[in-house]
């Protein structure tokens, strides 16, 4: 079977290019690779002409996509040759199964992306980490709001949450998370497929991950304080420093205080509790 690579320039990389690919996720492509630039997107050749990008146009990021014909791919190869650990500290490590494990980490946490998003190598997942490791989960109810491949929610339960609930979008990565969780001997996580419509039916959490985009924030932070715990925390990122002011006033509106902020490179994370 030959495929089309369907190379996509993304300005600004993240978090256009994950917010891309959720929303072609569904047109046919079987692989997603990012790049320093963006991604690449592999389809079978005789469904690429069918896809059309027209309707797709962001107000936060422009992209651009090159397209080339490649006869065989060997998924695992393209996948095990670009995918490498990622440490956090000296507590955490995200590696694949063919990884070794690095002798002293607390926190060993292996990964298999397949599509999904969450692989510790962007800043903000890494950012995620560093702050879940100055909280106390143990006995605590979390949520991992736009779990992707469930990473922030398999750290959750090692840190001794007692019930760590995932929701996504995206089938796939509802799957992908689910397979990580079993990997991880963390099966008792409870997953599901949605948006943040599935928390009227949830009860209140002591703690929230949402590291989302912008405007998923600020459209859904009603909804996320709604099921926080009066003193609960909920940190969230996905979101460039000078959004920042804009998010923790939206989160004030929903009676949530700011606590802490911390930056890798133009990425933020921000960590608020509910008054």
């Known amino acids: 079977m030959s495929y089309t690579a369907w190379h996509f320039t993304v300005h600004p990389p993240q978090p256009g290019s994950e917010i891309l690919m959720a929303c072609i996720g569904e047109l046919g492509f079987d692989t997603f690779q990012t790049t320093d630039a963006g991604f690449t997107a ?119 949450a007692s019930e760590v609930v995932g929701i996504d979008i995206d089938e796939w990565s509802v799957e992908n998370a689910r397979e990580n969780c079993q990997r991880n001997h963390a099966s008792e996580i409870e997953l599901h497929m949605g948006d943040a419509a599935l928390l009227t039916a949830q009860a209140p959490f002591d703690i929230i991950f949402a590291n989302i985009n912008k405007n998923i924030l600020k459209r859904d932070m009603s909804a996320y304080a709604a099921v926080l715990k009066p003193g609960g925390t909920l940190l969230f990122s996905g979101f460039f420093t000078t959004d920042v002011e804009e998010l923790i006033a939206v989160g004030a509106q929903n009676n949530l205080s700011f606590q802490v902020q911390h930056n890798e490179a133009e990425w933020a994370m921000v960590r608020m509790q509910k008054r």
């Not at 990021?61 to 014909?69: A, M, R």
């Not at 006995?139 to 929610?153: E, F, P, S, Y």
């Open 42 to 160: 592999w389809i079978d050749a005789a469904l690429s002409d069918q896809v059309q990008l027209e309707e797709f146009t962001f107000e936060d990021f422009t992209y651009s996509v090159k397209k080339e014909t490649v006869e065989t791919i060997n998924w695992n190869e393209e996948w095990e040759k670009n995918f490498q650990p990622v440490q956090v500290g000296d507590a955490i490590l995200i590696r694949a199964h063919f990884h070794a494990p690095i002798a002293g980490v607390k926190h060993d946490i292996i990964i298999t992306p397949k599509m999904s998003f969450g692989t510790g190598h962007h800043q903000t997942t890494r950012l995620v980490c560093a702050e879940i490791l100055k909280l106390d989960l143990k006995n605590q109810r979390v949520l991992d709001m736009g779990c992707g491949t469930g990473v922030l929610a398999i750290l959750a339960a090692q840190c001794g």
